[in-house]
């Protein structure tokens, strides 16, 4: 069984709904969910936040911390998932942002680094990883790696 399957399961199964803020994955990580009969029972909304103004204007992130800490960090991933969980007033949410390479990255942040953040209303939890692959590889890894957070959380 899928991943994203089973996810979808355990959140029709508590009564949970699910959001997700997506960038460097464009949308991915939504359209693995939506690809399953049945997940409008859980999943409320997705966007793609891909640019900077896009996650000031829509999950209002303010652009004193994407200035300050950049886009892919901690800092704003944990706020695209917070903020995305309250908009949609939603059970649970995802943040994922990074970059898909193979261009784009830094010393400090190479490409394929992603940071995921998930929400509840009890926590945040955040991970920071570095893919390995083609653009196409990193965008996959990185929503296996939100799907994994996301039921980790659901436990």
């Not at 999943?43 to 793609?48: A, E, H, M, Q, Y």
């Not at 950049?70 to 994922?96: F, H, P």
Request: hydrophobic fraction near 40%; charged fraction near 25%; include cysteine.
């Amino acid at each position: 069984m899928l991943k994203e399957v089973t996810l979808l399961n355990k959140l029709i199964q508590k009564r949970l709904t699910l959001a997700i803020a997506e960038s460097c994955t464009g949308g991915l990580l939504s359209n693995r969910i939506t690809n399953i009969s049945g997940s409008s029972h859980a999943f409320l909304l997705g966007i793609v936040t891909y640019s900077n103004d896009s996650k000031t204007r829509i999950l209002k992130i303010p652009k004193k911390i994407i200035v300050t800490h950049g886009a892919v960090s901690e800092e704003v991933v944990k706020r695209m998932a917070l903020n995305i969980r309250k908009i949609a007033q939603a059970s649970i949410s995802v943040g994922i942002t990074g970059i898909a390479g193979p261009h784009g990255g830094t010393k400090t942040k190479p490409a394929g680094t992603v940071f995921i953040a998930v929400s509840s209303k009890k926590k945040v939890l955040v991970k920071k990883s570095l893919f390995r692959g083609s653009r196409l590889q990193v965008k996959r890894k990185a929503t296996d790696k939100a799907i994994k957070m996301l039921l980790e959380a659901l436990r």
